[in-house]
């Protein structure tokens, strides 16, 4: 069974770091690429980052483009978004997410985490 | 940039009707590159379509997908009760891969 499992979220001021974990099961990790899609509380659905399976491409909303940064380690099937320089506005449930179809970041979702909350405020 | 934009941002149907949505693209979608997902309260979002009209895995035949260049459709051709949700498109042929505001599907 595919599981995707995110941890690393919580209260930070603006202008704080925090760094997100995806620990992957249930798949050849390596093998597909992996995305971050975020939710403000209320809002619509907003794509933030992926990474092709080797970690040799990565892809940015231009909202978070130069604060944050993913990676991935495909030794321990876990994906990591870097926070830097947040703010309010960064505030949201943060989705990890399988791509469906291989190693290119070009393709659809097919598996979600169920999302960890990161706030942004003093 | 491709920005999507979904139509109706509110659908209010009975169950059994046909639900007919919308998403339109600001730019062609390369190699129709273009998922819907439905998002439940409080849950995650499941793929329904992706390529524009192919079924995810285990979606039921009355979710079809249609379109191509600009222009998508999301059919549900009978709604069930546990259809009422919200629908959001994606484009993944440009990064960055934008998603849609959403139409909510509420009943009538």
């Known amino acids: 069974e595919v599981q995707v499992v995110e941890s690393g979220g919580g209260l930070v001021q603006p202008g704080g770091s925090l760094r997100l974990s995806c620990a992957a099961s249930?798949?050849?990790?390596?093998?597909?690429?992996m995305s971050w899609v975020r939710q403000a509380p209320g809002k619509g659905l907003e794509w933030v980052s992926a990474?092709?399976?080797?970690?040799?491409?990565?892809y940015y909303a231009d909202s978070v483009k130069g604060r944050f940064t993913i990676s991935r380690d495909n030794s321990k099937n876990t994906l990591y978004l870097q926070m830097n320089s947040l703010r309010a506005e960064d505030t949201a449930v943060y989705y990890c997410?399988?791509?469906?179809?291989?190693?290119?970041?070009?393709?659809?979702?097919?598996?979600w985490g169920q999302g960890t909350l990161v706030t942004v405020s003093s | 940039e491709i920005v999507l934009t979904q139509s109706p941002g509110t659908l209010s149907l009975s169950p059994g009707e046909r639900a007919t949505l919308s998403c339109r693209a600001s730019?062609?979608?390369?190699?129709?590159?273009l998922a819907w997902y439905q998002q439940k309260p409080g849950q995650a979002p499941r793929l329904l379509i992706y390529?524009?009209?192919s079924r995810a895995t285990g979606i039921p035949d009355r979710f079809s997908g249609s379109g191509s260049g600009t222009d998508f459709t999301l059919t549900i051709s009978r709604l069930e009760p546990e259809d009422f949700a919200v629908y959001y498109c994606?484009?993944?042929?440009?990064?960055?891969?934008?998603f849609g505001p959403g139409t909510k599907v509420d009943i009538k």
């Open positions: 990474i092709s399976g080797s970690g040799s491409s990565t």
């Open positions: 249930g798949f050849t990790f390596s093998s597909y690429a």
């Open positions: 390529g524009a009209s």
């Open positions: 730019q062609s979608v390369t190699s129709s590159y």
């Open positions: 997410a399988k791509c469906n179809r291989g190693n290119s970041a070009y393709n659809a979702i097919d598996y």
């Open positions: 994606q484009q993944y042929g440009s990064s960055p891969f934008t």
